[in-house]
């Protein structure tokens, strides 16, 4: 058992190449190593004793989930909504993003 600052052991994992690229560009950005968030996440799990965010399936449909139709139709409703003036104000909206938390 290494018991010196400095002594390391590699990880392996197997993620969608075009996932890495735009999280390791994102980290890129804020200058983070991947090593650092990794190291960082296995603190926090040992820290709180699990995952330390939540990993749950979003009620609302996300892009992934829709079909191409679906989503044009989703933005088309929208466009609408906003030229005839049927959304919501900001202050409305946040109200009710708050009812739901």
């Not at 603190?43 to 992934?64: A, E, F, H, K, W």
């Amino acid at each position: 058992m290494c018991r010196f600052y400095g002594c390391s052991a590699n990880v392996t994992a197997r993620v969608q190449p075009e996932i890495k690229r735009q999280a390791e560009a994102i980290l890129d950005k804020i200058g983070l190593p991947v090593s650092v968030l990794i190291d960082t996440l296995y603190r926090q799990i040992i820290m709180t004793g699990g995952v330390p965010y939540s990993l749950t399936v979003p009620n609302l449909p996300t892009r992934d989930s829709m079909t191409d139709a679906e989503f044009n139709a989703m933005m088309e409703k929208g466009y609408h909504q906003a030229k005839t003036g049927e959304g919501l104000s900001v202050d409305e909206a946040f109200a009710k993003i708050r009812e739901g938390i």
